[in-house]
Structures are given as C-alpha cells and as structure tokens.
C-alpha cells in the first residue's frame, strides 16, 4: 500500500501575512472539510488513513498560490487567513506546483488577543513550541480524531456551522484537566520539532466529552 501525506498550503503574502491563530483555524477547517467532501478522492484518503494520518504545511504567495489554486483541493478561510487543502499524494509523487513550495517561513505571530473560545475547541499544548506551521498540522490532526469521534446528527449541526472550530493554547490548569479528560489527544510521531510521543493538541467539543467534562469550570454545554 503506498504511503500518502496530506499536503495543506497556508497563503503567506509578504506584506500581509495572516494571524496565527486564523491560520490554525483555517487548518483545521480544510482538513473537515475535505473529510466531509470526499468525492472523488475517497480511495486516496481511505487509503491514506489506513497508514497514518501525515499532513505537510507549506507556504505560498503571489503567483505561487495562483498555481495552488490550480491544483485539486478544497481552500478554507477563517479570518485573516486561507488554507488549500489538496487530497492525499504519495510521499514520492508531489506535484511540482507544491514540491517547490518552503516548509520553512510559518512563524506566524498574533496581534490581538483572542476572543473567548466557545464550545468546539482545538487546545494546543502550551508546554511546546511549535512553528505555526507545526501547530496547523497538529490542530488538524486534532480536527481529523475529532470527526472520528462525531456522529451523523453532530457532524450534521457542525457542518451546518461550516465547521466552526476555535483553536486556543491551554493554559497549564487546563491542559492538566484536559489530558485527564480521556478527550481525542494528539501524539506526535516526531518527524520535525519535537520528540516522538508528545501531546501536542487536543480535541473537545460537546459530544466527546465524558461525564460534561469542562474545564476550570466552564458554563453549560450547548451545541453550535
């Protein structure tokens, strides 16, 4: 069975470069996206969940993002930002339009201070640092356990809500209560940044949380 990689293209113009967290949202996005619009690309993402769940980001601008644009996927958007997904490509068979693109170049930054999450949330563990680059394919991976772990009648109210996701770092109290939640956590297999087997986000929304779990005691559950 061939090896496939999620390829994920963030738009990054030079004199605009979109806020990190929007960058992290439109990741996520994408990846739900895709998943919920498999189309003609089933067998590729079929086959390549059955391997792993790799994702490379990279970075485009001007023309480059043109050619993205060419390309088949599916383009998110949350605030500032725009994230191209394209369907899943064997390791050894990208697409010069994306093999030419840096990996390098994602320190994305936040100018203001984000406003409060609400129910559907994408924690980042506040214990790594990451490139923003690294933080969107972590946070879609937790997108991608997230789905998994959402029936027909919640994917059905979440995708009515075009997959509305907020993605917030934890704060060290609420990391703790998150990793003790039994919630859909992300272990890293240690290819860039980190070392294998940390946990760097992890998935909580209404219907994956046991008991009414709710950290640092939040408000009532509700759905989107």
Do not use: C
Request: proline residues 9%; charged residues 25%; negative net charge.
């Amino acid at each position: 069975m061939t090896q496939r990689v999620l390829p994920l293209v963030v738009r990054i113009e030079r004199a605009t470069p979109p806020e990190r967290a929007d960058a992290l949202e439109a990741a996520a996005r994408a990846v739900l996206t895709l998943l919920d619009d498999q189309g003609e690309w089933a067998e590729a993402i079929a086959e390549w969940e059955q391997i792993g769940i790799r994702k490379v980001v990279r970075r485009a601008r001007g023309a480059e993002w043109q050619r993205v644009l060419e390309l088949p996927g599916l383009t998110a958007t949350a605030g500032t930002a725009e994230v191209r997904v394209h369907p899943p490509i064997p390791l050894d068979a990208w697409p010069k339009e994306l093999s030419r693109l840096q990996v390098s170049g994602t320190d994305l930054a936040d100018h203001h201070p984000p406003e409060p999450a609400g129910d559907l949330v994408l924690w980042v563990n506040p214990g790594l640092e990451m490139s923003a680059g690294k933080a969107m394919a972590q946070v879609g991976h937790a997108a991608q356990l997230a789905w998994w772990g959402t029936g027909p009648e919640e994917r059905a109210i979440w995708r009515a809500a075009n997959f509305a996701v907020d993605v917030r770092t934890a704060s060290p109290g609420i990391w703790r209560a998150l990793l003790e939640s039994g919630l859909p956590a992300v272990r890293d297999a240690g290819f860039t940044e980190i070392e294998p087997g940390s946990v760097t986000a992890i998935a909580d929304t209404p219907w994956l949380r046991q008991g009414g779990f709710r950290p640092d005691g939040w408000g009532p559950l509700r759905h989107p």
